[in-house]
Nanobody, 123 residues
């Protein structure tokens, strides 16, 4: 069982930056592939970025070059550094854990989810 708690969301102007964190419970955090997803009002949840236990990464085209996913296995924490934010990045951001060494972009293939943190980018 893994419990995930996101933090770091907020209101920022376009072009600004935010750093999201996801604190995970459990001693086996390092064995999980981790991902960030987001969901805007009226839209489906979409993939943002993912990272394997050895820190291989995967990004959505829409955030490539602007967002960076990382993890600290010693501190059971996942991060998402978001730079050059755009109004279209506005959404609730969720972290997710998958009991696998491989990452995937598909939300149903993740086993555990956090409650989400709101990110709002003003123009």
């Amino acid at each position: 069982q893994v419990q995930l708690v996101e933090s770091g969301g907020g209101l920022v102007q376009a072009g600004g930056s935010l750093r999201l964190s996801c604190a995970a419970s459990g001693r086996t955090f390092s064995r999980y592939a981790m991902g960030w997803f987001r969901q805007a009002p009226g839209k489906e949840r979409e993939f943002v970025a993912a990272i394997t236990w050895i820190s291989n990464t995967l990004y959505a085209d829409s955030v490539k070059g602007r967002f960076t996913i990382s993890r600290d296995n010693a501190k059971n924490t996942l991060f998402l550094q978001m730079n050059s934010l755009k109004p279209e990045d506005t959404a609730v951001y969720y972290c997710a854990a998958r009991s696998s060494v491989e990452v995937t972009t598909s939300p149903p293939l993740y086993d555990y989810w956090g409650q989400g943190t709101q990110v709002t980018v003003s123009s």
